[in-house]
């Protein structure tokens, strides 16, 4: 695939404090561990969001405690600038979008659009991958990792490249997203074009089903698909799902409110639906035969100045589907207690009895148990007016770590 290095604009106007990107209205929840009747009270909670005015990912107990973090600065782990995929006024001027934490305590993380990184557990960086990565980064159950990519290019330079959407002609840039197979050491070892994989999978009406005009100039849909998340079939969850395979790919994709599962090897698109959710992240297959979703369920328009309107109904929540049926099913977020609003991201992960929900803009974390109650609940405050974003969470159970970062402290 011909590349084209996809670079920001370098962002002025040094008035404006870079902390804002990283801050939403509060909502009245509390701050730091507002509740905590959790049975399982020597598992961690890994958090990726803005804290400390700082990028930065941290491991906290059940009571609040910091047990570790990592520091994540854009500038010091890609410091050559004329080779970054990001050229910004600001480290703050980007954020982190998927993380992963290995046994031995590395941490893998996605600065937004514009690289990853993997940091041993003390910090030090073991590679860098300086491409515009974003969203998602999954562990992949054969080794190494599946990540979210993109590629950006020139509609003039590629008349044949992906029509209708090539043939906008003009200078415009087209926003390709890509999923990147990579390896342990950060070598890409596949990319997969996801547009193109719909195309050849017979899902071209899909993909054009946006009301565009594509020969005009004027044409706004620079951002093919707004792909944000692809999960693994693992082995043990395969029974399951007798339709699909292990490896199997489940991806979301925001923009035509789709999600579809995919063998990465055959290419072949095995199951789609559209809806009922709307703006949908975080696709995940679940032990009971279905796939959930984080149901964002709220249009942009009330995400105005990159700020949460906090006067819309708040209607986001995690939805079930059977994909052999079609049956959805409400798993959270209806009833009296449980309200959400992340009018952008939000993730979930499932858990033995229960869920662990990220609610993006109210820099919130929740676990909720298998009846809807919730169990524990972190809000990110940053002083009463503000919440710190926060991208990411999973539960980190006792016995998975394999490093208590001691040597890091000598």
Not at 186 to 210: K, R, W, Y
Not at 233 to 240: D, F, G, S, Y
Not at 271 to 279: A, I, K, N, S
Not at 303 to 331: C, K, M, R, W
Request: hydrophobic share 40%; proline share 6%; glycine share 8%.
């Amino acid at each position: 695939m011909p590349q084209m290095r996809m670079v920001a604009d370098v962002i002025t106007g040094a008035q404006i404090d870079p902390r804002s990107h990283h801050l939403q209205p509060a909502r009245g929840q509390g701050a730091g561990v507002t509740r905590n009747t959790a049975p399982d009270a020597d598992s961690l909670i890994l958090m990726a969001g803005f804290f400390d005015d700082e990028n930065q990912v941290r491991l906290v107990r059940r009571d609040g405690e910091v047990a570790h973090r990592w520091s994540l600065d854009y500038f010091a782990h890609f410091p050559d600038r004329t080779t970054r995929v990001c050229d910004l006024a600001t480290p703050l001027h980007v954020d982190l979008h998927g993380v992963h934490l290995t046994p031995e305590g590395a941490l893998l993380a996605n600065y937004e659009y514009c690289g990853t990184v993997k940091l041993d557990a003390c910090g030090s960086v073991l590679w860098r991958l300086d491409e515009p990565t974003h969203h998602s980064l999954v562990a992949a159950e054969a080794g190494g990792y599946w990540i979210l990519g993109r590629d950006a290019w020139r509609a003039s330079a590629h008349p044949d490249r992906l029509p209708p959407f090539s043939h906008a002609g003009g200078q415009q840039i087209l926003l390709e997203d890509a999923l990147l197979n990579v390896s342990e050491t950060g070598e890409i070892l596949d990319e997969i074009s996801i547009p193109q994989l719909m195309v050849d999978g017979g899902l071209a009406a899909l993909l054009t089903a946006n009301g565009e005009n594509f020969p005009l100039p004027e044409m706004q849909q620079f951002e093919i698909v707004h792909a944000n998340q692809a999960t693994e079939l693992p082995a043990a969850l395969a029974e399951a799902f007798p339709q699909f395979q292990p490896g199997d790919i489940a991806m979301s994709l925001r923009e035509m409110n789709l999600v579809f599962v995919f063998d990465p090897e055959t290419r072949e698109i095995k199951w789609h639906q559209t809806g009922p959710w709307l703006r949908q992240h975080d696709a995940e297959f679940r032990p009971d035969g279905r796939i959930s979703v984080f149901n964002n369920n709220v249009y942009r328009t009330a995400y105005p100045g990159d700020q949460t309107d906090l006067s819309v109904p708040f209607s986001t929540n995690i939805l079930a589907i059977d994909p052999a049926t079609g049956a959805t099913e409400v798993l959270f977020g209806e009833a009296p207690g449980q309200e959400m609003l992340s009018v952008v991201r939000g993730q979930h992960q499932i858990l033995n009895d229960g869920l662990l929900i990220t609610e993006f803009d109210a820099g919130r974390v929740i676990e909720v148990d298998g009846s809807g109650q919730i169990v524990w609940e972190y809000v990110n405050a940053q002083g009463a007016a503000q919440v710190g974003e926060i991208t990411n969470s999973a539960v980190i159970p006792a016995d998975y770590l394999q490093s208590d970062w001691a040597a890091c402290n000598q």
